[in-house]
C-alpha cells in the first residue's frame, strides 16, 4: 500500500485548506485512514481518522468542529477540510493507514499510531498569526 499527502501549504489564521490522502495497492473497504501531525519538538498526535465503512469518523477534541474527512471512493482518495486554521495547527500532516490483513475491523477508526500499517510521507501545514 502507497500513500500520497497533498494540499499542504501557507495559510493565514481563520483561513482553509484541504489535504488529500491518495491510496493505492489495496480497495478502500479495506483500509481506515487516519490523519495525524506533528510540530516541532512534539510528538505525533492524532487528528482524525474514517472506519474501513466510511461510517465511523472521529476527531480529535481540538479540531473538532473545525476540520472534517470525507472520502471520495472513485478517487481512492480521503480528504481533510480543514476551516477556522489556527497557528496551533501548524504541523507537518500525515495520513496512515491500516489494514483489514492486520485486523482492522469494518466499523473501526483507529485513533493511536501504532494502529496503523502505513505511513505517507506528510505534508507541511503552516498557519500565520
Known amino acids: 500500500v502507497q500513500l500520497q499527502a497533498s494540499g499542504g501549504g501557507l495559510v493565514q489564521a481563520g483561513g482553509s485548506l484541504r489535504l488529500s490522502c491518495a491510496a493505492s495497492?489495496?480497495?478502500?473497504?479495506?483500509?481506515?485512514i487516519g490523519w495525524f501531525r506533528q510540530a516541532p519538538g512534539k510528538e505525533r498526535e492524532f487528528v482524525g481518522a474514517?472506519?474501513?465503512?466510511?461510517?465511523?469518523?472521529l476527531y480529535a477534541d481540538s479540531v473538532k468542529g473545525r476540520f472534517t474527512i470525507s472520502r471520495d471512493i472513485t478517487k481512492n482518495t480521503v480528504y481533510l477540510q480543514m476551516d477556522s486554521l489556527e497557528p496551533e495547527d501548524t504541523a507537518v500532516y500525515y495520513c496512515?493507514?491500516?489494514?483489514?490483513?492486520?485486523?482492522?475491523?469494518?466499523?473501526?477508526?483507529?485513533?493511536?499510531?501504532?494502529?496503523?500499517?502505513?505511513w505517507g510521507q506528510g505534508t507541511q501545514v503552516t498557519v500565520s498569526s
Open positions: 474514517i472506519s474501513r465503512s466510511g461510517g465511523r469518523i
Open positions: 495497492g489495496r480497495t478502500w473497504s479495506n483500509l481506515s
Open positions: 496512515a493507514a491500516a489494514d483489514s490483513r492486520t485486523g482492522t475491523r469494518w466499523y473501526v477508526a483507529p485513533t493511536t499510531a501504532n494502529e496503523y500499517d502505513y
